[in-house]
């Protein structure tokens, strides 16, 4: 399972860089566009509108890879003096409760993504049916309700035996 959940991450995270990487272009080229105008360029019509239902789907792509790692930002100042064995059980129910709320969130971007299929929702400028981005954003939500489920199962194992099977926090697997 941990392969599973590492390969899966991994995939995410990538084609969530490649889309990013693909926005800052379609950014730059637009921009360029504005600069231009007293050419003949303009800007990439409705470059707002595919930004903005781009980037969430890439959050969601990078948020598996970065729990795994242990890559979300953490406060140290109570936990630095405890024991091996107390960061341990902390860090098992920290992990549980990003868990539950990953698993919360791709809950409500389902429910979201029923609403707008249903209502036919489309964007003002593109005509983009609004449900596109919610499945987009819902597919590495599930990822990560995938990945947190073994990771959340991995901390609380670690907290339970006293061995940690992988870094604390921010170390490359």
Sequence with gaps: MRNLAYALAN???????????????????????????FAGLGPIPGDYEITEMTIAFCIFC????CQLVS?????????SGMGERANLI?????????TATVIFIA?????????KLGNHEISMLLAIPIWW???A?????????IVGLWSAYDRVLAAW???????????NH
């Excluded at 990078?62 to 890879?65: A, E, R, V």
């Excluded at 902390?90 to 990003?98: Q, S, T």
């Design 11 to 37: 995939a995410t995270a990538l084609i969530g860089g490649v889309t990013l990487v693909a926005i800052i272009v379609m950014t730059v080229v637009s921009v360029l566009g504005r600069a231009f105008v």
């Design 62 to 65: 990078f948020l598996p890879l």
């Design 71 to 79: 890559g979300h930002a953490t406060v140290d100042v109570f936990t």
């Design 90 to 98: 902390v860090l098992a129910l920290w992990e549980l409760a990003l």
């Design 107 to 115: 809950w409500r971007l389902y429910h979201g993504f029923l609403g």
């Design 133 to 135: 981005p919610y499945l």
């Design 137 to 145: 954003a819902l597919v590495p939500a599930g990822v990560g309700v």
């Design 161 to 171: 035996t006293g061995k940690a099977t992988r870094a604390i926090a921010g170390a």
